[in-house]
């Protein structure tokens, strides 16, 4: 199964957008959590994913990500015309 499919599936069975479902699993992860974001646990309570530092920038580029997904979720929202030929009026 890709990626994608996958956070699509999870975000389905927590009735959350893909982008919401993706900031919230990247916050578990980021404080531990990772079982609810479903990341493997060694017997130990720990992860197979190696330890490295949060970057500072993540929180930016994390916000950037939602929004981007904000915007192409709105865009489907939209009708065929408005669409092709925008909002007028």
Avoid at 77 to 86: A, K, P, T, W
């Amino acid at each position: 199964m890709n990626v994608r499919a996958m956070a699509t599936k999870a975000a389905d069975k927590q009735g959350l957008t893909v982008g919401d479902w993706l900031a919230e699993a990247v916050i578990a992860y980021s404080r531990g959590k990772v079982s609810s974001a479903g990341a493997d646990v060694s017997a130990d309570g720990g992860t197979n994913v190696p330890a490295m530092p949060i970057p500072s920038e993540l929180p930016a580029l994390l916000a950037d990500i939602q929004d981007r997904l904000k915007a192409i979720e709105a865009e489907k929202q939209r009708n065929v015309f408005e669409r092709l030929f925008g909002r007028r009026g």
